[in-house]
């Protein structure tokens, strides 16, 4: 797998605020972005949104030239219509075959409804309108450590903290930290789909295992989160779920 997320209740420790800040960071899943009636912090439609995020073509995979065909998917400069049509994917990830667009429908696999049929692809492209949305994305630790988040009060302001009881931890799976260079960030994960989908050697891991991680990314900031700390947690499904347990964050830093 590319990693997991869970619920959990938490005992958060009491830290000096100069020791962590918490961090505000916004992500939006596939479906999302293929909902031309969803809104953005309940203001932006999605369709204003992406308009600001295509404000430059989007590419996934690697495109090529005269002399080194590539494996690529392009979604030209504007084509909002081109997200909200092939969004949410879905379907086995596969390889991009040759350089393919919006506008060859015969240059992609799309299934029933007109929905790409490539997970690691439909992931991707969320992935990368992620970090336009929210750039700071980029420089997010990609190790193996878990991660704590709260939904934001307010996904305009970082100083309005979290919503209580909304917390989640999650983390990304060892094959997928051990892929990737020391002090690797979410930059380096966006670096791998794209390798992938061009159809570069990511062994040992498989095209569904750096989906998944992508998708992680996706979901673990999704709608605004405060990003609270970090630590090493017990997966939950260890606890009896009965309604005295509590997970306990013992290593909370910055």
């Given at each position: 797998?590319?990693?997991?997320?869970?619920?959990?209740?938490?005992?958060?420790?009491?830290?000096?605020?100069?020791?962590?800040?918490?961090?505000?960071?916004?992500?939006?899943?596939?479906?999302?972005?293929?909902?031309?009636?969803?809104?953005?912090?309940?203001?932006?439609?999605?369709?204003?949104?992406?308009?600001?995020?295509?404000?430059?073509?989007?590419?996934?995979?690697?495109?090529?030239?005269?002399t080194?065909?590539?494996?690529?998917?392009?979604?030209?400069?504007?084509?909002?219509e081109?997200?909200?049509?092939?969004?949410?994917?879905?379907?086995?990830?596969?390889?991009?075959?040759?350089?393919?667009?919006?506008?060859?429908?015969?240059?992609?696999?799309?299934?029933?409804?007109?929905?790409?049929?490539?997970?690691?692809?439909?992931?991707?492209?969320?992935?990368?309108?992620?970090?336009?949305?929210?750039?700071?994305?980029l420089?997010?630790p990609?190790?193996?450590?878990?991660?704590?988040?709260?939904?934001?009060?307010?996904?305009?302001?970082?100083?309005?903290?979290?919503?209580?009881?909304?917390?989640?931890?999650?983390?990304?799976?060892?094959?997928?930290?051990?892929a990737l260079?020391?002090?690797?960030t979410?930059?380096?994960?966006?670096?791998l789909?794209?390798?992938?989908?061009?159809?570069?050697?990511?062994?040992?891991?498989?095209?569904?295992q750096v989906g998944?991680?992508?998708?992680?990314?996706?979901?673990a900031?999704?709608?605004?989160?405060?990003?609270?700390?970090y630590?090493?947690?017990?997966?939950?499904?260890e606890?009896?779920?009965?309604?005295?347990?509590?997970?306990?964050?013992?290593?909370?830093?910055g």
């Amino acid at each position: 797998r590319g990693g997991d997320s869970f619920i959990a209740g938490v005992v958060l420790a009491d830290l000096p605020c100069e020791e962590y800040e918490s961090e505000l960071l916004c992500s939006f899943t596939q479906g999302f972005y293929g909902n031309a009636g969803g809104k953005y912090c309940g203001e932006m439609s999605t369709s204003e949104l992406l308009e600001e995020l295509l404000s430059e073509e989007l590419i996934m995979g690697m495109r090529g030239d005269q002399t080194d065909p590539g494996n690529s998917f392009t979604i030209n400069k504007g084509d909002v219509e081109c997200v909200l049509d092939l969004l949410p994917g879905g379907g086995p990830s596969k390889v991009l075959e040759g350089d393919a667009n919006c506008e060859d429908k015969t240059s992609y696999q799309s299934n029933k409804q007109g929905r790409l049929k490539n997970t690691l692809l439909a992931q991707g492209i969320a992935l990368t309108l992620n970090t336009r949305l929210s750039p700071k994305l980029l420089d997010f630790p990609v190790d193996g450590t878990e991660f704590v988040t709260m939904k934001a009060m307010d996904c305009f302001d970082p100083d309005a903290g979290g919503v209580s009881g909304t917390e989640m931890v999650h983390a990304f799976s060892p094959e997928i930290v051990d892929a990737l260079p020391a002090d690797a960030t979410i930059e380096d994960l966006l670096n791998l789909v794209n390798a992938a989908l061009a159809g570069e050697d990511i062994s040992p891991l498989s095209l569904s295992q750096v989906g998944e991680a992508a998708g992680l990314v996706n979901e673990a900031f999704d709608e605004c989160v405060v990003v609270m700390g970090y630590a090493e947690i017990t997966p939950v499904d260890e606890y009896s779920g009965e309604s005295g347990d509590q997970k306990e964050i013992a290593d909370l830093y910055g």
